[in-house]
């Protein structure tokens, strides 16, 4: 049992669940012609198998009240941002995730209603459609209370860094609010090579595919188009902060030696935009020279908690956390205060 902080408030960022719902759909995925074979390796290992740990998640994944309080409670955390778990609508056919996503979000909504001081939670959107996915946007931030997108990563082997996308980003900067990135499996045409050795999961293909998504994402220009839009990454930024300095000497050679039509010129170095664009969070890495590293690489203000609940539920974390050698000013920077800004928490 982990005691509550007296000195801060403990919000745990990139916290997932799924409706029951989504389950069945998901099957009908599984048991349909040529399955993706990330989503085959990933829920069809959580949904099919009795071993405790996929046991443990499918449980907690779908419960929005009494076990995930107790949780919460176990090891001392104050308040969840939840979002839909990977990789969500984005498996399903256009027209089946535009009206899922609807469903998961008044279900989150509702929670996020019956337990305002412990819950709050993220949109999830359909990127198959834009149009729909920003009109979603409007409507989680106005109509459901929630706060913040959750994009699984790709999208049947789509990148946000595709124009056709950034009507999202047009509506989560005009909403001033967070879009998250979190990761899925690699998709069809880069998974073999990680699949074939079963690293394709959250243990490395999940951080790798992830990482290029953001990157891809800064070299398209996207931060130039939207300089206010803010995007979370987890993870400890998928590695990238420890790129940071390759990334700006490379993509600055690219640029000059005109090698490729899609690495052009930025406003900025590609560090910059981490600086600027991203917060980062230390799911899945209860590190604290990872932490460290990052709050120097960005800053105090941009690196906050998660704890990957249910995928990664562990009290050990919080009390080493806890245990930082950090000034109590960052530390709350860290566990509260840098949440509640830019999820506008209150
Ligand atoms: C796992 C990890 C699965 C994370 C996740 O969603 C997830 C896992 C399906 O361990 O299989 O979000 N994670 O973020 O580390
Ligand atoms: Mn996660």
Same mark, same amino acid.
């Given at each position: 049992?982990?005691?509550?902080?007296?000195?801060?408030?403990?919000?745990?960022?990139?916290?997932?669940?799924?409706?029951?719902? @989504?389950?069945?759909? +998901?099957?009908?995925?599984?048991?349909?012609?040529?399955?993706?074979?990330?989503?085959?390796?990933?829920?069809?290992?959580?949904?099919?198998?009795?071993?405790?740990?996929?046991?443990?998640?499918?449980?907690?994944?779908?419960?929005?009240?009494?076990?995930?309080?107790?949780?919460?409670?176990?090891?001392?955390?104050?308040?969840?941002?939840?979002?839909?778990?990977?990789?969500?609508?984005?498996?399903?056919?256009?027209?089946?995730?535009?009206?899922?996503?609807?469903?998961?979000?008044?279900?989150?909504?509702?929670?996020?209603?019956?337990?305002?001081?412990?819950?709050?939670?993220?949109?999830?959107?359909?990127?198959?459609?834009?149009?729909?996915?920003?009109?979603?946007?409007?409507?989680?931030?106005?109509?459901?209370?929630?706060?913040?997108?959750?994009?699984?990563?790709?999208?049947?082997?789509?990148?946000?860094?595709?124009?056709?996308?950034?009507?999202?980003?047009?509506?989560?900067?005009?909403?001033?609010?967070?879009?998250?990135?979190?990761?899925?499996?690699?998709?069809?045409?880069?998974?073999?090579?990680?699949?074939?050795?079963?690293?394709?999961?959250?243990? +490395?293909?999940?951080?790798?595919?992830?990482?290029?998504?953001?990157?891809?994402?800064?070299?398209?220009?996207?931060?130039?188009?939207?300089?206010?839009?803010?995007?979370?990454?987890?993870? @400890?930024?998928?590695?990238?902060?420890?790129?940071?300095?390759?990334?700006?000497? @490379?993509?600055?050679?690219?640029?000059?030696?005109?090698?490729?039509?899609?690495?052009?010129?930025?406003?900025?170095?590609?560090?910059?935009?981490?600086?600027?664009?991203?917060?980062?969070?230390?799911?899945?890495?209860?590190?604290?020279?990872?932490?460290?590293?990052?709050?120097?690489?960005?800053?105090?203000?941009?690196?906050?908690?998660?704890?990957? +609940?249910?995928?990664?539920?562990?009290?050990?974390?919080?009390?080493?956390?806890?245990?930082?050698?950090?000034?109590?000013?960052?530390?709350?920077?860290?566990?509260?205060?840098?949440?509640?800004?830019?999820?506008?928490?209150?």
């Amino acid at each position: 049992m982990v005691k509550p902080s007296p000195d801060y408030k403990r919000i745990a960022t990139e916290e997932a669940f799924a409706p029951k719902e @989504m389950f069945d759909i +998901y099957r009908k995925i599984l048991a349909g012609p040529d399955p993706d074979p990330g989503f085959v390796s990933l829920l069809g290992f959580y949904m099919t198998s009795q071993s405790d740990r996929a046991k443990h998640i499918i449980r907690c994944l779908a419960d929005l009240d009494q076990i995930r309080l107790q949780h919460m409670d176990e090891t001392g955390i104050d308040r969840q941002v939840i979002a839909l778990t990977s990789p969500g609508v984005q498996i399903m056919d256009t027209e089946t995730a535009v009206s899922f996503a609807k469903v998961a979000n008044d279900e989150l909504s509702a929670a996020v209603r019956r337990h305002p001081t412990r819950f709050s939670g993220m949109i999830a959107v359909a990127p198959q459609n834009p149009k729909e996915a920003a009109k979603e946007i409007e409507r989680g931030i106005h109509k459901l209370g929630l706060t913040g997108v959750i994009i699984n990563s790709h999208t049947h082997g789509e990148y946000l860094s595709d124009p056709k996308f950034w009507e999202i980003f047009e509506a989560a900067e005009a909403n001033d609010t967070p879009i998250y990135l979190h990761p899925n499996t690699p998709p069809r045409n880069m998974i073999q090579p990680f699949v074939e050795c079963g690293l394709d999961g959250a243990i +490395y293909g999940f951080g790798v595919e992830t990482g290029l998504h953001a990157l891809r994402i800064i070299t398209a220009g996207v931060f130039d188009r939207f300089p206010k839009l803010q995007m979370i990454i987890g993870h @400890m930024g998928e590695a990238l902060p420890f790129w940071s300095y390759r990334l700006d000497y @490379m993509h600055q050679a690219t640029v000059k030696s005109d090698r490729y039509k899609t690495v052009r010129a930025l406003k900025k170095k590609p560090s910059d935009y981490l600086r600027e664009n991203f917060y980062i969070t230390n799911s899945g890495m209860a590190w604290e020279p990872a932490i460290k590293f990052t709050q120097e690489t960005l800053s105090v203000d941009r690196v906050l908690y998660a704890m990957d +609940y249910p995928y990664q539920f562990s009290a050990d974390e919080v009390v080493s956390l806890d245990g930082m050698k950090m000034s109590l000013e960052n530390k709350k920077l860290f566990f509260q205060s840098n949440a509640e800004k830019i999820f506008k928490l209150k």
